[in-house]
């Protein structure tokens, strides 16, 4: 028989082709068979087979969407009222909600999208295998072929499929996403996308950064939930270390109330007292808890109240001090002699301050 349709043409049905076997019974021309079966049996077989496949991947989407909507919904939004808090404790508590939730909600979607890409993808291959068994391709070496191809892939490509495992581990663990500050030890900023194979950030200078996923031994983020900032106050010696305190809890006091910093600092200040002593004088430190990537800008806010506060106060900034030894001149009745402090002209220790 000749090649019609791009198929060849037997001199009887192939077995499991219904449509030609039928055709044959009812007429017994057997080329009029072959013909129906090209024409109409396989365009049926493979509009069938992608019927199949978008019901599949239908179903299988609306089950990752469900996994989604639950894991977006998390805990009880209602907390705050079981637990009884009132005023700026509930605001603090309705603001780490609030972050937190958001959170979850970018988390869970992408991960809906990740699962639903890998989905597709193992769909596209096996229905499309079984389209190429359909239309009479022998897909036993195109099979083994797709074995070799990823044995050669594996091998050839390690950094690569590195990369792409560390996305995938990455974006499940929610170690970070786009907007967090994070330091990525060669590269630290701002995330502006990731990727399963790379993560680009845009440092505080404005150059941005393409790391591999794989290339990424640690990561420090910064934004996360909440963040802390961290102020140290450095006060001479000769101060009075419990007025400094008192007085550094009011101004921190001062900025958790103020209408300005509600939702932005979620927690009470705290001073923690002295944290070390220097050569220039002492430190005291006063922590803040703050919403997400807020602790630069409160730090800022704080360490300028407690400059006007100490100004007002009389209290002593300790700053760096360096003496200077100056040599006095020769006199006829003795040597040359050195004194800390003193001058030719007998004038004081010159001190720098």
């Known amino acids: 028989m000749v090649a019609m349709f791009g198929f060849e043409m037997s001199d009887q049905c192939a077995a499991g082709e219904q449509l030609c076997n039928v055709v044959e ?15 109409i049996g396989k365009p049926l077989a493979l509009l069938w087979l992608l019927i199949l496949f978008l019901v599949v991947r239908w179903v299988l989407h609306r ?49 809906g999208d990740l699962l639903k890409s890998v989905i597709t993808g193992l769909l596209i291959a ?143 200040p705290e001073v923690t007292g002295v944290e070390m002593f220097t050569p220039d004088g002492v430190t005291l430190r006063v922590l803040l808890k703050t919403a997400p990537m807020e602790q630069w800008g409160v730090a800022r806010a704080l360490r300028q109240r407690i400059k006007a506060r100490f100004d007002h106060e009389g209290i002593e900034i300790a700053l760096p001090q360096r003496v200077v030894w100056q040599r006095e001149a020769p006199t006829p009745d003795g040597p040359e002699t050195t004194t800390a402090g003193s001058s030719p002209a007998g004038e004081q220790p010159a001190v720098d301050g």
């Open 25 to 39: 019974d009812w007429t017994g021309n057997q080329t009029l068979a072959n013909i129906s079966d090209v024409v």
């Open 126 to 268: 096996i229905f499309g295998t079984m389209a190429l068994s359909e239309l009479g391709v022998n897909i036993a070496p195109i099979i083994a072929s797709a074995g070799i191809l990823g044995l050669a892939l594996g091998f050839g490509a390690q950094s690569l499929v590195k990369d792409f495992l560390s996305g995938i581990f990455m974006i499940f663990e929610d170690q970070y996403g786009v907007g967090d500050v994070v330091d990525l030890g060669e590269a630290s900023g701002t995330i502006e996308a990731v990727s399963l194979r790379v993560t680009r950030l845009r440092d505080l200078n404005g150059t941005v950064w393409y790391v591999p996923n794989g290339e990424i031994l640690r990561v420090g983020n910064m934004s996360q939930n909440w963040s802390r900032a961290v102020v140290d106050v450095n006060v001479g010696y000769h101060e009075d270390l419990a007025r400094v305190e008192r007085v550094l809890r009011e101004v921190a006091h001062d900025l958790w109330q103020d209408d300005d910093f509600r939702g932005i600092v979620i927690e009470e």
């Open 63 to 111: 089950l990752v969407d469900r996994l989604v909507s639950r894991a977006e919904d998390g805990m009880l939004p209602d907390k705050m009222s079981r637990f009884g808090l009132r005023g700026k404790a509930a605001r603090s508590a309705e603001a780490r909600d609030l972050a937190t939730q958001t959170r979850r909600v970018q988390r869970a979607k992408t991960m």
